[in-house]
């Protein structure tokens, strides 16, 4: 064990956080291209909890036309596992299409319920929903479309409301506008 009280090592090899030891927490498992489902099936086959967020698309073949379930999340997969228990953590990387937990040198890092449950309660809604590029606030961005079209600055968050801020630096100076209804896209 790290004296740092950060990581928690087992034979040498970084297993995780210490408020992740010994609690079942939900991690993202990375998969082969187009094996979320068979991956997700063979987990529950062996007994752990797993997550795959679907969404319904109609997809057309030459002779039909027929609404499947699709990965939301392209390539990942969830599973709810005590990562500190060594047996349980194989079991998910010797699963056919699992790839990998996803974190710092493929280390499970533990994703909060409460994200999970969001995420659930936002696909049980039958909102439609597509995926969207993740973005950070501070992140440097450029707004794509409408009269700012081409416009760059810093995305910024304030009570809940996404923002941009234009700085001219040599005045140390900045002006603030609001985003929301815009595609931005990271510079």
């Known amino acids: ?9 087992e034979n040498g090899a970084v297993i995780g956080s210490l408020d992740s030891v010994g609690e ?3 991690y993202a498992v990375r998969t082969r291209s187009r094996h979320e489902k068979i991956a997700t099936q063979q987990l529950d086959s062996r007994g752990i909890e797993t997550f795959l967020p679907l969404v319904n698309q109609v997809r057309q073949w030459s002779d039909r036309k027929r609404q499947v379930g699709v990965p939301v999340f392209s390539g990942y997969s969830f599973v709810r596992l005590n990562y500190s228990i060594g047996e349980q953590r194989m079991s ?3 699963t056919h299409g699992v790839v990998s937990f996803v974190g710092v040198q493929r280390t499970g890092v533990p994703i909060p319920d409460a994200q999970i449950e969001n995420l659930r309660t936002l696909l049980a809604s039958k909102i439609p929903v597509k995926e969207h590029q993740f973005l950070r606030i501070g992140q440097r961005v450029r707004v794509r479309g409408g009269a700012l079209n081409g416009v760059e600055g810093i995305l910024a968050s304030q009570s809940g409301e996404r923002s941009l801020v234009i700085s001219i630096e040599s005045i140390q100076r900045s002006l603030s506008i609001r985003v929301e209804g815009y595609d931005v896209e990271p510079v």
Not at 1 to 9: A, D, I, P, T
Request: glycine residues 6%; aromatic residues 6%.
């Open 92 to 94: 998910v990387l010797q």
């Open 1 to 9: 064990m790290s004296s740092s009280g950060l990581l928690v090592e």
């Open 24 to 26: 079942v927490r939900w």
